[in-house]
């Protein structure tokens, strides 16, 4: 067992005691002669002292304990609780005992209140009583010594319980609640009072944050050596002061501020009227006003600008025809009518030249976009015409009981048409040649039956004459044997017969398919001929003279059929004839085109086609000379026989050929140039199912483009179709009648 060192009380008496206890009361004596008690000091320093003996004799104990561990278990446990409690309890008390002396101290001056005297008496009292009763305190440990020492002999339990109780009253007489009354009753008002002077001195310390000079007299006041009044006076005059110093300054800042913007506004009014001056010369000298304007809006030549650059502005965009910008950029300018005059015809001719593109274009697109483009346009009816699907404006049926059927149509210049034909009503065998007129509105005004005197008689083309009436040519069929003859017929405007002439040309079978008026009044026509019975059909042209007599005619050899399907005199003099070739007899057939002179000298001679059946059936020249032929084709398209149109150049070039239809069979069998340089094909189509054809009408433009195609109600075919020169289109051919068992002449009008 370790040697245990006791407490040396006489050693703790002459330290403790004696120096520093004393030394500590003797300041605090001091500090009350400067009407302050700075008590936590001195408590601060009694439980130093305190802590050191509980620290030396909780050694003790742990050497007791390390000696005797068993025994002195339970002693070890009752020392600690017994010195922790007697610690914290010591501390609280004493801490709460002078932080109330300090708040009262602090609050209430000796010089200002009269009490505090009696009561710093009654503290010191209090506080030598407390002196005291730390004598004791000190006996006890010295006891507590000896207690030890019993321990060490191993007895020890009377002396603990008796020490223990001197303890317990020394502990209640030191601690107890022997403050003065006075002073417990003064601590709710002490505690109010120092809360206003923090908050005071925590005001007032912000006040003077910018002013230290001040700081130190209201620290002197927070440590108490400033009386209330005096601090409430210093409190005053300092404001006061603050005050007057916060006016200079501001009086000296507003007077610098006064200062620097006179002299920047000086400044700034003589560089501007410097800088304008030096802008306004260079915008004059460049012609750009703007610049100038943007920079001076309301500068001294702002007006003169303004009339300059719009000026400029006019000149610069009625040059370029912008005379919407213009109109735009100055709504209320000097040159505004003028701008709007010329934008109005600005207008017209941009539409006017965009209709001229639109036209020379002639697709579908082209006019939508028109019509998009300019919804307002000189030429809106036009476009929308040219897009639109022709509507029938009337549909007449001529017939009277068996058969009568349309083949051509010859407009007259009261807007009426002759058309040619045959019937079966009048005649006495199959067909005859039959001749009718008919008014704008497609009424009947007379018709003609001719009787060749055979078997089958069958009008092919006809044309109107400048003196009034028209020429109707086909053939005449006198036997039952299959022999026919060309037969020609000109007629007076009321239907009688002015001279009639059959033309054989010495060969066994002769037929005028067309026919078209010559230079000098005479008549150049296309048909066929056939040398001898059995032989294949040839090609043959007539020339006649106005009379009918022959000029000339010619037979174009070939080894299978060939015919002419159509005859028409160009612009340059000559003339062209079209139809189908076969150039063997097994050969299916080409299309075929032959050029000539009004002598019938031959100019060129082409075959257009494929493997399969081709045939053309009409031809139009256009107005740049170009040749559209129209017929049927099986060597393209849809397969079976397709509408077939191929554009020719002067010298039958093809430069290119389009198809239109479907897998059912369709044939163009005439064609029209119309005046916006568009054309429209008259034709037949197949009705599916029903192994009959309808009449197809189709607007396509000079490249082969389509507009639409239409079809109408009935069965039948169309031959021929002519545009009037109100731009309505007339067609003709035939319809089925199914109730009255017969088929009729269908004379359309379209609008």
């Known amino acids: 067992m370790p040697n245990v060192v006791p407490f040396d009380p006489q050693k703790l008496r002459d330290t403790v005691y004696k120096e520093r206890f004393y030394e500590t009361l003797a300041k605090v004596k001091e500090v009350r002669k400067r009407n302050t008690f700075l008590s936590y000091a001195l408590n601060r320093h009694l439980f130093d002292e305190l802590q050191d003996i509980y620290n030396q004799n909780l050694t003790a104990y742990e050497a007791c304990f390390e000696k005797n561990h068993l025994m002195f278990e339970e002693l070890k446990k009752r020392c600690e609780a017994h010195v922790q409690q007697l610690h914290k309890q010591h501390k609280e008390k004493a801490q709460d005992l002078f932080d109330r002396i300090e708040q009262f101290l602090t609050v209430h001056t000796y010089t200002e209140n009269k009490k505090a005297e009696p009561l710093l008496q009654k503290l010191d009292t209090h506080i030598t009583q407390a002196l005291n009763k730390y004598r004791n305190w000190k006996i006890l440990l010295s006891k507590w010594d000896k207690c030890l020492e019993t321990i060490q002999k191993e007895v020890w339990k009377e002396d603990w319980n008796i020490w223990n109780e001197q303890r317990n009253s020394l502990r209640n007489d030191l601690y107890g609640e022997s ?82 913007f006179v002299s920047l506004t000086a400044w700034i009014y003589h560089r501007n009227v410097t800088k304008e001056e030096r802008i306004w010369t260079q915008a004059n000298k460049a012609g750009q006003w703007q610049v100038y304007i943007n920079k001076f809006p309301e500068g001294q030549y702002i007006d003169k600008a303004r009339d300059l650059q719009e000026k400029a502005d006019w000149i610069k965009w009625r040059n370029m025809s912008a005379y919407e910008d213009y109109i735009q950029a100055y709504p209320e300018g000097k040159y505004v009518k003028e701008a709007r005059a010329k934008l109005t015809l600005y207008l017209q001719q941009a539409d006017s030249i965009e209709w001229h593109h639109v036209v020379s274009q002639n697709t579908p697109s082209s006019y939508e976009h028109y019509l998009k483009q300019y919804p307002e346009g000189a030429y809106v009816k036009a476009a ?49 040649f039959w001749v009718c007129k008919v008014d704008s509105t497609g009424k009947l005004l007379w018709d003609k039956t001719f009787y060749g005197g055979g078997w089958k008689d069958e009008g092919y083309d006809i044309i109107a004459l400048s003196e009034g009436g028209c020429l109707a040519i086909g053939f005449a069929e006198p036997e039952t044997s299959g022999k026919r003859v060309a037969w020609v017929m000109k007629l007076h405007p009321s239907g009688t017969m002015i001279w009639q002439k059959k033309y054989d040309d010495g060969y066994f079978h002769t037929e005028a398919h067309s026919v078209t008026l010559t230079r000098d009044g005479g008549f150049m026509i296309g048909g066929i001929a056939i040398e001898k019975e059995g032989d294949p059909a040839n090609r043959w042209i007539l020339r006649l003279d106005a009379k009918g007599n022959k000029v000339w005619s010619k037979r174009l050899k070939s080894e ?17 004839a079209v139809g189908g070739i076969e150039k063997q007899r097994k050969d299916p057939g080409k299309a075929w085109a032959y050029k000539f002179t009004d002598r019938g000298t031959l100019l060129w001679n082409k075959v257009y086609g494929g493997k399969a059946f081709d045939w053309v059936y009409d031809v139009k020249e256009g107005k740049n000379q170009e040749l559209m032929l129209v017929g049927q084709t099986r060597s393209k398209g849809e397969g079976n026989d397709d509408i077939w149109v191929l554009r020719l150049d002067t010298e039958g070039r093809r430069k290119w050929d389009q198809t239109y239809g479907s897998a059912y069979r369709e044939e163009g069998r005439a064609i029209a140039h119309t005046a916006d340089n568009s054309w429209l094909i008259a034709g037949l189509g197949e009705i599916p199912g029903q192994w009959t054809t309808q009449w197809e009408v189709a607007k396509i433009n000079d490249k082969g483009e389509l507009f639409w195609l239409k079809e109408f109600e009935g069965k039948g075919k169309a031959e021929d179709i002519l545009i009037c020169p109100d731009q309505s289109v007339r067609v003709v051919g035939s319809i089925s009648q199914p109730k009255a068992g017969n088929i009729d002449l269908r004379l359309v009008c379209l609008d």
């Open 384 to 432: 929308q015409l040219a897009i639109r699907e022709k509507t029938i404006k009337w549909d007449n049926a001529i017939g009277k009981v068996q058969y009568e059927s349309g083949r051509a149509l010859a407009l007259t210049s009261k807007n009426s048409c002759y058309v040619v034909g045959s019937n079966e009503s009048d005649g006495w065998k199959e067909t005859d």
């Open 560 to 576: 299978g059929n060939a015919a002419i399907e159509k005859v028409i005199r160009l612009r340059n003099g000559a003339y062209l």
């Open 179 to 260: 403050l003065p009354t006075e002073i417990v009753d003064w601590l709710p008002e002490i505690e109010e009072k120092k809360t206003a002077k923090r908050k005071a001195i925590a005001l007032f310390k912000a006040e003077l944050k910018e002013y230290p000079e001040y700081l130190l007299k209201l620290a002197q006041y927070e440590e108490g050596f400033v009386s209330e009044l005096e601090f409430k006076e210093f409190q005053k005059n300092t404001r006061r002061r603050i005050l007057r110093k916060k006016r200079i300054q501001n009086y000296v800042i507003i007077s610098i501020v006064l200062l620097i």
